[in-house]
């Protein structure tokens, strides 16, 4: 097809269709933004307030650059194009930890503080609306500010408690596990739902009962109430203290929430490993240089632990998004990460056999794990022994999935004779005849080739730098 | 609140909610505010006494 004018066809973002006054979409492999003629007013009033440069300044909103109007995915309904800074890695709530979930509230709420005393309002505070960019949470949606209209409540309050506050009260006072419901409750957890799975002393706590438990019955005492209520609301005034009040209510119930991982399953693994310390040194030494050959700008390091190889790939140069099915281990790394200010590392929750699902509508609005893979290395240290003897995945299919997710593979192999195999081995019985070396070379063998290899000294575990050879169809 | 792209549901029970929690919150919100203000005040007021003490001639000396 000939180039002309606009030049490739623009690619509309499946997850942004909410809201009328814009829309992200991408062309020539650059994301932008379109702004709609109906928010015309709007955004020049945004734009001439200097609210946004103010947030950016702050860290608080992703920043972006003019784009020609030329460039609009929808030419008749454009009032304007941006070129917002590009995320390095969409990521989901549901994938964050506790901490990194608390700081993404801490942002939305300082944000809309900020946006309230310059006069505006945030009008969506969805926790997909943040991102993680260098190591901090960072609004995304710049169309999400809007003049307030004085004595108006904040019309984003339930879902503020909805996508933040119920999931961060639920995951420190029952049970951290909880946070994975955000995967299901896409438009965030439904408040009475929280009010019921948490324990009965939260409603005396005085900020998760008024804005959960409260909250909740409110809801539904003027559920059926209809146009009655929505009258009602409409007349509803909140001063511009009590709207302040509001929002550092907010903030000192979320600060309030703590989750400190201890117990749960890997969270001291780095500290108790099979490994001497000279075992130790020559995995680290062993894993920098296969990760300098394997080349590429992102590492995936899937079971990332608290990050330990993950630095070593950071300090190579490149960009990391550090898995782990731990969000205790996760949690950890996240602190580590705000403690040394390293930028390049992205710890998240996932759970490799049950990945991310592409969720919303369609299954698109939010992308599945393959669907985000960025990936040209995939390091997976100590993990084979867990997917094939822990939860019975045949090595082909993990060969397959890795092969999916990135081009270059460094994996480390764990026979048998392992300690920590032996451990996953004792309670059961070994179903596992192909969990040997030359079962490993064989079924990786089918997609990959063996680029260069090397027995770590001091254990039975081979390490391999592997490649994924061009296919030519 | 007409004025809003409001496309988000809002919830009439979360806005009627809103104010009545928001109404109580503000009080102890408010006096917190004030009880700040006249520390800080009390604090600026020290510091100036502090800089004129250094500047006695027994001090100096």
């Not at chain 1, 709007?42 to 200097?50: F, Q």
């Not at chain 1, 930890?97 to 709420?109: K, Q, Y």
Request: charged share 25%; aromatic share 8%.
């Amino acid at each position: 097809m000939p180039e002309i004018g606009g030049g490739s066809p623009a690619q509309r973002d499946p997850g942004s269709f909410r809201d009328p006054s814009g829309f992200v979409f991408t062309r020539d492999g650059s994301i932008l933004r379109q702004i709609n003629e109906s928010f015309a007013a709007g955004w020049d009033d945004l734009a001439a307030s200097g609210l946004l440069t103010t947030l950016q300044e702050r860290g608080l909103l992703i920043g972006h650059t003019p784009a020609p109007i030329e460039d609009a995915a929808l030419p008749e309904q454009a009032y304007a194009v941006i070129r917002p800074e590009r995320i390095d890695f969409v990521s989901y709530p549901f994938e964050w930890s506790f901490g990194m979930l608390r700081d993404a509230a801490l942002v939305t709420l300082e944000a809309q503080s900020v946006a309230h005393q310059a006069g505006f309002v945030l009008r969506d505070a969805t926790a997909y609306n943040v991102q993680f960019q260098r190591g901090r949470p960072i609004l995304i949606d710049t169309l999400s500010f809007e003049r307030g209209v004085p004595g108006a409540p904040w019309i984003a309050y339930r879902q503020f408690c909805e996508h933040f506050l119920a999931p961060l009260a639920l995951m420190a006072h029952r049970d951290i596990r909880l946070g994975m419901l955000q995967r299901d409750f896409v438009d965030g957890i439904p408040l009475d739902l929280a009010a019921r799975l948490l324990p009965g002393r939260t409603r005396w706590n005085l900020g998760l009962g008024a804005h959960i438990h409260v909250h909740a019955r409110a809801q539904a005492r003027f559920a059926d109430r209809g146009t009655e209520a929505a009258t009602a609301s409409r007349k509803t005034s909140v001063s511009p203290l009590r709207q302040r009040a509001l929002i550092d209510s907010l903030q000192r119930t979320i600060r309030k929430l703590d989750w400190t991982p201890e117990g749960t399953e890997w969270a001291d693994y780095a500290d108790h490993t099979s490994y001497s310390e000279d075992a130790t040194a020559v995995k680290d030494g062993l894993v920098r240089r296969f990760l300098a050959a394997a080349g590429g700008n992102v590492v995936w390091d899937m079971g990332a632990n608290t990050g330990r190889f993950s630095r070593i790939a950071a300090e190579l140069g490149r960009r990391v998004v550090a898995w782990d099915v731990d969000p205790a281990a996760t949690e950890r790394h996240y602190r580590l990460i705000r403690r040394d200010g390293a930028e390049g590392i992205l710890p998240l929750v996932l759970d490799l056999a049950n990945p991310s699902p592409g969720l919303g509508w369609s299954g698109e609005e939010r992308r599945s794990l393959e669907g985000r893979a960025n990936a040209d290395v995939v390091l997976a240290l100590a993990l084979v022994h867990h997917l094939a003897i822990g939860r019975n995945v045949p090595l082909e299919r993990i060969a397959a999935l890795f092969a999916r997710l990135a081009p270059g593979l460094v994996i480390e192999f764990v026979p048998k004779e392992d300690p920590m195999v032996r451990k996953l081995l004792a309670t059961r019985e070994d179903v596992f005849p192909d969990y040997t070396i030359d079962g490993f070379r064989a079924a990786f063998g089918e997609l990959f080739e063996v680029a260069e290899e090397a027995p770590v000294t001091g254990t039975d575990r081979v390490l391999f730098r592997m490649t994924r050879p061009i296919t030519t169809t | 609140m007409d004025h809003l792209v409001a496309y988000i549901d809002p919830g009439s029970g979360s806005l009627i909610i809103q104010a009545v929690i928001a109404s109580i919150v503000a009080i102890p919100f408010f006096f917190r505010e004030q009880i700040g203000r006249l520390l800080r005040a009390i604090r600026r007021r020290d510091d100036g006494l502090g800089t004129e003490a250094n500047r006695t001639p027994d001090r100096s000396s």
